[in-house]
């Protein structure tokens, strides 16, 4: 089974500092990453992936995030924080099941707070 | 631009009241969902459909039912809205071919009184 843990449900930053969001997952098979952003009262909105290939994914905004295997994580990552970053954010894995559509499962997701 | 269509942003309804929350994406995506998302819970998948007229129960499917005649539309139904349904709906889809990459409608707040 897949599933993913996003370490703490609220962040706060100060602007201009370095925003970190923790993501782990686990997956018995090769994992898809995903994170998406929520704007307040806003659908969800696609930050970044990660498929095949290069480890340091870059999204739009500025944001990355880097896949490592060996800590099954895929933290998101930018150097510095704008008021306009505060939103909720989630991390998502690729869910493996019998049936045929392309499932996501989602963290519980991460509150980003940016202090002026 | 393309888009995901959830027909209404605010909805109050009455327990035991038949609800129907539709849900139109303009992508020709063959994978439609819904989700509900509830503070600290993240998102829970409902239901989900790979192909018109198909449709397979997701985490959370008990007290609801969908429906998918049409490869665009992909509606959710509360058969009898119990207050525990009250909640923010998502209706997301996905292509065969988009590599599970979501598109999200904006969402129906549901509120059931």
């Known amino acids: 089974a897949q599933s993913v843990t996003q370490l703490g449900s609220h962040v706060s930053v100060s602007e201009g500092a370095l925003v970190l969001l923790r993501c782990n997952y686990s997956?018995?098979?090769?994992?898809?990453l995903f994170w998406y952003v929520q704007y307040p009262n806003q659908g969800l909105q696609l930050l970044l992936k990660?498929?095949?290939?290069?480890?340091l994914v870059k999204g739009i905004n500025g944001f990355e995030a880097e896949f490592k295997k060996s800590e099954t994580s895929f933290h998101l990552t930018k150097p510095s924080a704008h008021m306009s970053d505060a939103a909720e954010y989630f991390c998502?894995?690729?869910?493996?099941?019998?049936?045929?559509?392309?499932?996501?499962?989602f963290g519980s997701g991460t509150q980003l707070t940016v202090l002026p | 631009d393309v888009k995901v269509t959830q027909s209404s942003r605010y909805l109050v309804k009455r327990t035991g009241e038949k609800v129907f929350l539709e849900c139109v994406q303009d992508?020709?995506?063959?994978?439609m969902f819904w989700y509900r998302q509830d503070p600290g819970l993240g998102l829970r998948l409902i239901y989900f459909s790979y192909d018109v007229k198909m449709k397979e129960k997701g985490d959370i499917p008990e007290g609801y039912s969908v429906s998918r005649e049409k490869k665009e539309r992909f509606s959710l139904i509360l058969e009898s809205a119990s207050t525990n349904q009250t909640s923010m709906y998502l209706c997301?889809?996905?292509?065969?071919?988009?590599?599970?990459?979501?598109?999200f409608g904006s969402g129906t707040r549901l509120t059931v009184v």
């Open positions: 997301a889809s996905t292509g065969d071919r988009t590599n599970y990459g979501y598109t």
């Open positions: 990660y498929t095949t290939g290069a480890t």
């Open positions: 997956s018995s098979v090769p994992p898809y």
């Open positions: 998502a894995v690729r869910r493996i099941s019998s049936g045929s559509a392309r499932q996501l499962t």
């Open positions: 992508m020709d995506h063959e994978n």
